[in-house]
């Protein structure tokens, strides 16, 4: 066992025990009273199955972790990277023998298959804690209207969608470091950081849709009321439509996405039958709001930025025989490289995590703030978020933890607390 052996190792399990106490913090928080002030107050038998609802949420993560931690170090030490490779390499090499090309056509084609097979694996693993997610947690608070057929569909559109849209990219980051070795951190970071550009302009017009339907929302009061504080904001929407969310869940929500030209907001048709007129125009000025305040594009770039780094940090370690030792692999490959040093990456993953995670939990009090100021009724922003809290049985009492490692959006309770302290103005 060596040195990188006992980092990872580390990394793993210490990641695990972080999750599972941040979870086990939280389960001792679930049924803490709620403080003053909120308008929170709820029937007693609400309250009480949100709270074994996200008690039941906490207890199946937790066993998840669990099990998908033992299930990799099982793996791990029993050989299971070493097995893949040598799978890998036997395929590759008839792959890139079909394909008549040489030495980096068949690294290529091994890379593929390496990163094909461990997804597979993974998600082979994961598959009965979706399905009991699903079909048992779900389904026994009101919320799963997935069909079996739905399910098995998604999964294989997501599957697709990997290795049409992921394989060209994992082709071209093997086939940059096959030409520049090491080095190539900087051409690969460049060309990493254009497909996210383009999933981003490509996701709203032909990704989306995939998986949902989108119906541009109908005119009348609503739709009225909208444009008008669109344009009395002086922005400018590719679209606005309503989701057929309530195909898969009972959960309400609302999004943003898309760049440029392709920016639209997106409506579930459970929200508008949750929220009235005038709470459904503050969630849309919300949505307003992250992108008037420039929110997307800068946590895009940070994103860019952290894949530089990770990137930048791999340059050192692609190629280091100790680290393909520690995973029981002989042959020092890019393709196992890559793999290996995102498991020796954890650590900093999860410190960088839990940034990107406060910036974009104090995004959303900005875009709150924003919604409130220019309908001029943060009242209206707050009661609209109380029945989406209500109508998803949200956890009211996160731990303080759980929101570290977890939140992109700040708890509730403190989401009233900052809008009850706004000023009532408008424009």
């Given amino acids: 066992m060596n040195t990188y052996c006992i980092i990872i190792l580390a990394a793993v399990t210490g990641s695990w025990l972080l999750q599972t106490a941040a979870a086990v ?3 001792g928080r679930t049924g803490a009273p709620l403080p003053a002030g909120t308008g929170l107050d709820m029937e007693p038998a609400r309250r009480e199955r949100m709270q074994r609802y996200v008690a039941s949420g906490m207890r199946l993560n937790i066993a998840e972790d669990t099990a998908g931690t033992a299930v990799f170090l099982v793996f791990w030490l029993c050989g299971g990277f070493g097995v893949a490779d040598a799978l890998s390499r036997s395929a590759g090499a008839l792959l890139g023998g079909f394909a008549g090309g040489g030495p980096t056509a068949t690294g290529i084609m091994t890379g593929l298959f390496f990163f094909g097979l461990l997804g597979v694996l993974s998600s082979l693993a994961g598959l009965p804690f979706s399905l009991w997610r699903t079909f048992v947690h779900e389904e026994r608070f009101g919320f799963n ?27 071209g980051v093997l086939w940059l470091l096959a030409l520049y070795g090491p080095e190539a951190w900087l051409p690969v970071w460049l060309l990493v950081s254009v497909f996210s550009l383009l999933v981003s302009f490509l996701a709203p017009r032909y990704l989306l849709p995939l998986f949902n339907t989108f119906t541009p929302l109908p005119q009348g009061a609503l739709r009225s009321a909208i444009d008008r504080y669109v344009t009395g904001q002086g922005y400018t929407l590719s679209g ?5 969310g309530s195909r898969r869940s009972a959960k309400v929500n609302a999004y943003f996405t898309g760049l440029g ?3 639209r907001i997106a409506l579930f048709d459970t929200l508008l039958e949750k929220l009235d007129d005038d709470e ?15 929110h997307i594009p800068v946590m895009l770039g940070l994103s860019v930025a952290r894949t530089g780094l990770m990137l930048w940090l791999l340059s050192f370690f692609l190629t280091e025989p100790q680290l393909f030792a520690a995973f029981g692999v002989q042959q020092v490959s890019y393709h ?8 020796l990456f954890t650590p900093v993953s999860l410190f960088t995590g839990v940034g990107f995670h ?3 939990r104090r995004n959303e009090y900005a875009a709150d703030a924003f919604a409130a100021h220019t309908t001029g009724r943060p009242d209206v922003l707050s009661s609209a978020l109380r029945k989406l809290a209500s109508e998803n049985m949200t956890n009211l009492n996160p731990h303080p933890l759980q929101v570290a490692l977890h939140y992109t959006h700040p708890p509730l309770v403190q989401r009233l607390q900052a809008l009850g302290a706004l000023p009532v103005r408008r424009g």
Avoid: Y
Avoid at 336 to 343: C, P, R
């Fill in 336 to 343: 196992a490289g890559l793999v290996f040093f995102s498991l």
């Fill in 280 to 294: 459904v125009v503050a969630v849309v000025a919300h949505e307003v709001g992250h992108c008037t305040l420039g």
């Fill in 358 to 360: 406060a910036l974009l």
């Fill in 240 to 244: 606005l439509f309503v989701v057929d």
């Fill in 261 to 263: 030209r392709q920016r």
């Fill in 145 to 171: 209207r997935t069909t079996p057929l739905t399910f098995v569909a998604d999964r294989l559109k997501a599957g697709l969608l990997v290795a049409v849209m992921g394989g060209p990219l994992a082709a």
């Fill in 25 to 27: 913090l939280g389960l």
